[in-house]
């Protein structure tokens, strides 16, 4: 099993929320890590969004709107990146990311069409 | 403004060996950690390898243990990525990272490089 799991495809339409998931493998605890988010256009590098650990505990990369925010749910053992207001520019893969173990860990990927 | 500037990638048969580079710019090189990330055709990320920002601290991916060698040159403001036994499942876009905190080995990598093509293929 992944040490993170995201849904491989989003749909939202424009105006709308997305609501974006990364759930660490059962086992690996979400309170205590730090995850980050990244999204990728094609054709470009990823550029860094945004990292969450706590509400006390969090940074938004440079120039990333407030639109883009992070959170956890504990319950399910997962990092969360919402984008309101979703804007045709925001379609891209995203992917999140932690330390775990010694070593930097991708999830797979999420998809994200706004149509 | 932060720059890295990826270089060396190319075409290398199967068993072969490759010296990527990456040229930063725009922040102080000595203080901050560097990594590689790749990217298969049509896939997701991969982490390949970290450096620390003095360079006396490496990780790597349990893919690329013992084949690949991370390291640093201050002096030239240069990271490397010495890569051997090349397979054709390392065929990726070797990307540069820079580190997002100063001296913080596990910070956010936070800036990017455009990539170098590595392709393995006889």
């Known amino acids: 099993q992944a040490v993170l799991t995201q849904p491989s495809s989003l749909s939202a339409s424009p105006g709308a929320s997305a609501s974006l998931t990364c759930t660490l493998r059962?086992?690996?605890?979400?309170?205590?890590?730090?995850i980050y988010w990244y999204q990728q256009k094609p054709g470009s590098p990823p550029q860094y969004l945004l990292s969450?650990?706590?509400?006390?505990?969090?940074?938004?990369g440079s120039g990333v709107p407030s639109r883009f925010s992070g959170s956890k749910d504990a319950s399910a053992n997962a990092g969360i990146l919402l984008i309101s207001g979703l804007q045709s520019e925001d379609e891209a893969d995203y992917y999140c990311m932690m330390w775990y173990s010694s070593a930097w860990v991708f999830g797979g990927g999420t998809k994200l069409t706004v149509l | 403004e932060v720059q890295l500037l990826e270089s060396g990638g190319g075409l290398v048969q199967p068993g072969g060996s490759l010296r990527l580079s990456c040229a930063a710019s725009?922040?102080?090189?000595?203080?901050?950690?560097l990594s590689w990330v790749r990217q298969a055709p049509g896939k997701g990320l991969e982490w390949v390898s970290t450096?620390?920002?003095?360079?006396?601290?490496?990780f790597y991916a349990d893919s690329v243990k013992g084949r690949f060698t991370i390291s640093r040159d201050t002096s030239q403001s240069t990271l490397y990525l010495e890569m051997s036994s090349l397979r054709a499942d390392d065929t990726a876009v070797y990307y540069c990272?820079?580190?997002?905190?100063?001296?913080?080995?596990?910070?956010?990598?936070?800036?990017w490089g455009q990539g170098t093509l590595v392709t393995v293929s006889s």
């Open positions: 969450y650990k706590s509400d006390s505990d969090k940074e938004q």
């Open positions: 990272a820079k580190g997002g905190l100063v001296y913080i080995t596990t910070s956010s990598l936070d800036h």
């Open positions: 725009g922040f102080t090189f000595s203080n901050y950690a």
């Open positions: 450096i620390s920002y003095t360079g006396a601290t490496t």
């Open positions: 059962s086992g690996i605890n979400v309170v205590t890590y730090r």
